[in-house]
């Protein structure tokens, strides 16, 4: 299983940014995949999940802001992240469980004026 995050940065509060993941090494179209966070800090925080069908669900402080969606033909993730505020500052990963197994090297991204 690989995981390779990447389209993090340094954003002002209220600007959008998207996030990608390209998986390899597995059957990407039948697992769900999640997303993870970990602030300066602190432990790992779930942030979304995508199932197979398309369903996804997201921690409550990020829901009607970040949305999860997938490209099963190219086995990538993505996290679109709008309206961002100073405490989704994080390394974001994505993974194969709830948990953060498998997950990538992440990618920083900086909410701030």
């Known amino acids: 299983v690989q995981l390779v995050e990447s389209g993090g940065g340094l954003v002002q509060p209220g600007g959008s940014l998207k996030l990608s993941c390209a998986a390899s090494g597995f059957t990407f179209s039948s697992r769900v995949m999640y997303w993870v966070r970990q602030a300066p800090g602190e432990g790992l925080e779930w942030v979304s999940s995508i199932y197979p069908s398309t369903n996804t669900a997201y921690l409550p402080s990020v829901k009607g802001r970040f949305t999860t969606s997938r490209d099963d033909a190219k086995s990538i993730l993505y996290l679109q992240m709008n309206n961002l505020k100073t405490e989704d500052t994080a390394v974001y990963y994505c993974?194969?469980?709830?948990?953060?197994?498998?997950r990538g090297q992440g990618t920083q991204v900086t909410v701030s004026s």
């Open positions: 993974a194969t469980s709830s948990l953060g197994d498998n």
